[in-house]
């Protein structure tokens, strides 16, 4: 079973560390190389996210998402 809800808090997570790698990256003048993998499996764990629940995502439901994930891996 496809878990959405995690899916795309990873997705964010890994999106959202890939972003200081970029700047870095064109700050020392070097390819971002690993700084885009990590975007594009950043983005490919969202998009499959929004494919797989039916409905998809609004950016409202968001912050409840990361909460239901952060409850499911804290034992509440």
């Known amino acids: 079973m496809l878990d959405s809800d995690l899916f795309l ?3 964010i997570l890994v999106s959202a ?14 390819p971002p190389r ?11 764990l969202i998009l499959l996210a929004m494919a797989t629940k039916p409905g998809g995502y609004t950016p ?13 891996f804290l034992g509440h």
């Open 9 to 11: 808090v990873l997705g």
């Open 60 to 72: 409202g439901q968001i912050p409840e998402t990361f909460a239901r994930i952060l409850a499911r």
């Open 34 to 44: 690993a700084a885009a993998l990590a975007v594009l499996v950043g983005g490919g």
């Open 17 to 30: 560390f890939a972003i200081p790698a970029v700047l870095s990256a064109f700050a020392d003048s070097r």
